[in-house]
């Protein structure tokens, strides 16, 4: 009856469920993960470094949601997720936020929003050097670029990305980045 490592077990289950495509039973692990992240922490951290479980359910629900049909519900959750981890004033925090903001953005086809996540992301990568964001900034600002209007400049910025990273991010996502080339 240990209320957050629940909550901890709903967020894992789904996640292991939308790996799967399980998308119904992620759900509803998300959601319960998010209603229970309002439980008090320990004061010893069961888990070490910067983590906000509350905002990578509601980033993972937004693209369940997307999957799922419920495009208008995934925007919602996505935009929770940026005024949470804005809240929390964590760099890595707000980096992971504004790539699935992004990557939302990209789905919906919306080029504008989706540079502007990029740009955004990329501002912050650079200042706080996290190169893997930066580059996945440069793949999501490359396909805007090119949606926009400016397709050689756009290609250019993902081949720039996967020169740095050559294998960029996790299985699931490097299939994700090399479709947006």
Excluded at 47 to 54: A, N, R, S, T
Excluded at 61 to 82: F, K, N
Excluded at 124 to 150: H, N, P, T, V, Y
């Amino acid at each position: 009856h240990d209320s957050v490592l629940l909550q901890r077990s709903h967020y894992a289950l789904g996640m292991y469920a939308f790996a799967q495509g399980n998308f119904g039973a992620a759900r509803a692990h998300l959601e319960d993960s998010i209603c229970l992240c309002d439980t008090p922490q320990p004061s010893t951290p069961i888990f070490h470094g910067v983590y906000d479980e509350g905002m990578n359910a509601l980033c993972f629900l937004a693209q369940v949601l997307w999957v799922l049909g419920y495009a208008d519900q995934a925007q919602q959750r996505s935009q929770e997720a940026l005024a949470v981890a804005q809240q929390g004033e964590s760099p890595p925090i707000v980096a992971q936020a504004q790539v699935f903001a992004a990557g939302l953005c990209q789905w919906r086809r919306d080029a504008v929003a989706t540079h502007s996540h990029a740009e955004a992301l990329m501002t912050l990568a650079d200042e706080q050097g996290f190169g893997l964001r930066c580059e996945q900034s440069r793949i999501q600002r490359g396909w805007a670029l090119a949606m926009l209007g400016c397709p050689d400049e756009g290609v250019a910025q993902i081949r720039q990305a996967f020169a740095v990273y050559p294998n960029l991010g996790p299985g699931l996502y490097r299939s994700y980045y090399l479709s947006l080339l």
